[in-house]
């Protein structure tokens, strides 16, 4: 999170991007669920251009990583419902950040 956080500072959308999945990765690991983790990264991998160019979009970076921040607050704090809510809320928000670029 840090490290998302310093990199929306000097606007590397490079390194912003691949920390976004790295983020991801370890949240589809952490659910324990073989099966989970393999759609989800699935679906992560398809539609990685696409991620790309939302990232860039001028404050999506800046919202995606505070979005990430609050999640990974609820998963630390064994809040689950709060932890999905926030999360249905950053793929709401990323999905329609997506269909801007579509």
């Given at each position: 999170m840090d490290?998302?956080?310093?990199?929306?500072?000097k606007e590397d959308y490079l390194q912003?991007?691949?920390l976004d999945s790295r983020f991801h990765f370890l949240l589809y690991k952490a659910s324990g669920s073989p099966v989970l983790k393999q759609v989800l990264s699935s679906l992560h991998h398809y539609i990685q251009r696409v991620r790309e160019l939302s990232i860039m979009r001028p404050g999506r970076a800046v919202s995606s990583v505070q979005e990430h921040q609050n999640i990974l607050s609820a998963i630390e704090g064994h809040n689950g419902e709060l932890a999905e809510k926030l999360t249905c809320e950053h793929i709401r928000n990323a999905h329609q950040n997506i269909q801007k670029e579509l």
């Amino acid at each position: 999170m840090d490290l998302q956080a310093f990199y929306v500072e000097k606007e590397d959308y490079l390194q912003i991007w691949q920390l976004d999945s790295r983020f991801h990765f370890l949240l589809y690991k952490a659910s324990g669920s073989p099966v989970l983790k393999q759609v989800l990264s699935s679906l992560h991998h398809y539609i990685q251009r696409v991620r790309e160019l939302s990232i860039m979009r001028p404050g999506r970076a800046v919202s995606s990583v505070q979005e990430h921040q609050n999640i990974l607050s609820a998963i630390e704090g064994h809040n689950g419902e709060l932890a999905e809510k926030l999360t249905c809320e950053h793929i709401r928000n990323a999905h329609q950040n997506i269909q801007k670029e579509l």
